[in-house]
């Protein structure tokens, strides 16, 4: 197991005056030039809590109902596994949790490195990984199989993940229509949708449209999260000179406004409801116009982000672990480091695309592997010093004395355990002169395939999934 994801060292991007600053940055924007909403009932929430609506669905929100709706909003949320067990809790102490994908456009195949289109089989083996490793602490599951009907593609791939996947699962769907699916296919697991609810083994994910626009799609899956009480992420995806100004207050102001709008709907629908604040502001960058996924500034406003959300004593959904790079090489290894760093200094709580690559086209089970040794690897450093009686143990100095040696103290034994010891990496006093790393991840992959599946479900759970899946092939 990895060590507790708490953190105690010392770090900030914001002042408590710099986020106070973008806090009413983003509610002049919001009564001002408002946010363009897209469906009928959360127009009519917005309608009658008080807010003007232009004939073009442009609505201003007045700053008090963004109080009402961050009063409202949870500040503690407690995520379940599988069997109904907490298995992540978010609070005041702003522990962090990592999570990688069950599906993705293209897989990079772990033994060969080809990159090719990901398929149903794939998400049994990202499942069987991710399950494996200590410091993956929940999978996203985004419906995107190349040989699943796109009609099905979300409820076929959450049905894939469920069965092999025992911690907390994170999901996306193609419609709205699907995600009442995914609800009711999560319900049958947990044992009824109000056990659900009560245990929540799941939650949501969807996105605003920036700059500034709700559209239907995404203020439904809202308003369906809060009414069957699921936790939801609305995470805008601000890309700096395309979608959001070119400027990281600027950019961090619009994408706090378009959160802020997010959660105001979601409150208004289901006052009480789970929101789970998420960011990703990035660039575009101008040489190849895609969205960076490794550009530092992503990472640097994502931190940003985190304090924003953590003034406002909500949940952070965040971003790591992911690369531009095609496969794991110097670039994919230094990208995914410096970003899980980043976010462990930061207050992050929920943290996703661990071994993400090519601007999130592929998913890379070697860098989720790789990266769970390098978050158990920050996670040592961001544990901080303690300076108390117990760890200056200055009784065990005073035993040793000068000229004494350590090595056979019983204090030593107790406590060396404690330290940081690579799996992957190596500390040999003679090393090879080529690289072992890749051929310790490829080992460690096929050792966890190769090992019985754990925890699997129940047999009358995976008939009753059977069920869903035979209904899906027959629409």
């Not at 959360?42 to 309608?47: G, M, R």
């Not at 940003?304 to 095609?326: Q, R």
Request: with cysteine; glycine share 6%.
């Amino acid at each position: 197991m990895g060590i507790a994801p708490k953190r105690n060292i010392a770090f900030q991007v914001l002042s408590p005056t710099r986020i106070e600053r973008l806090h009413e940055a983003s509610l002049h924007l919001l009564e001002t030039v408002g946010v363009r909403v897209g469906g009928e009932r959360s127009l009519a929430l917005l309608k009658k809590a008080g807010c003007a609506i232009e004939p073009d669905n442009r609505v201003r929100i007045p700053s008090q109902r963004v109080a009402q709706a961050l009063k409202s909003a949870p500040k503690t949320l407690v995520l379940y596994n599988r069997a109904g067990e907490p298995a992540m809790t978010v609070d005041g102490d702003r522990p962090v949790y990592f999570g990688c994908h069950s599906d993705m456009l293209d897989f990079v195949e772990p033994f060969t490195g080809r990159v090719r289109e990901f398929v149903k089989a794939d998400v049994a083996t990202m499942c069987r990984i991710a399950d494996a490793l200590p410091n993956i602490d929940f999978v996203l599951s985004v419906g995107l199989c190349k040989d699943v009907p796109p009609k099905v593609q979300t409820q076929t791939t959450f049905i894939e993940t469920v069965k092999n996947f025992s911690k907390t699962i994170n999901f996306s769907t193609n419609d709205t229509e699907s995600l009442q699916q995914v609800i009711d296919i999560a319900a049958a697991v947990a044992g009824g949708h109000r056990r659900l609810q009560e245990k929540p083994f799941v939650f949501n994910y969807c996105e605003p449209l920036p700059p500034l626009t709700h559209p239907q799609e995404s203020t439904e899956k809202l308003c369906i999260s809060a009414a069957n009480r699921i936790p939801v992420v609305y995470m805008p995806y601000c890309m700096m000179g395309g979608t959001a100004p070119m400027s990281f207050a600027g950019a961090l102001a619009q994408c706090n406004a378009e959160i802020l709008s997010g959660l105001v709907i979601h409150q208004l629908a289901a006052e009480g409801a789970p929101f789970i604040y998420g960011a990703m502001p990035s660039i575009m960058d101008m040489k190849t116009t895609v969205g960076s996924y490794g550009a530092v500034e992503f990472h640097l406003l994502v931190a940003a982000a985190s304090e924003i959300s953590a003034h406002y004593g909500l949940p952070f959904y965040g971003t790591a672990g992911c690369t531009d790079a095609k496969v794991l090489d110097a670039q994919a290894v230094a990208e995914a480091t410096m970003e899980i760093f980043s976010t462990l200094l930061s207050p992050a709580n929920l943290v996703h695309d661990v071994g993400v690559s090519d601007h999130c086209n592929s998913v890379n089970p070697q860098l989720v592997v790789l990266c769970d040794e390098i978050i158990e690897m920050l996670k040592h450093y961001t544990q901080g010093v303690a300076v108390d009686d117990e760890s200056l143990c200055l009784d065990v100095i005073e035993a040793v004395g000068p000229t004494g040696a350590y090595l056979d103290h019983d204090h030593t034994f107790e406590r060396f355990h404690r330290v940081f010891y690579p799996e992957l990496f190596s500390r040999a006093m003679d090393n090879p002169e080529e690289s072992q790393v890749e051929k310790r991840i490829q080992e460690k992959i096929a050792h966890i395939l190769s090992a019985p599946a754990a925890d699997p479900l129940p047999a009358d759970i995976l008939a009753q999934l059977d069920r869903f899946s035979d209904r899906l092939a027959s629409r």
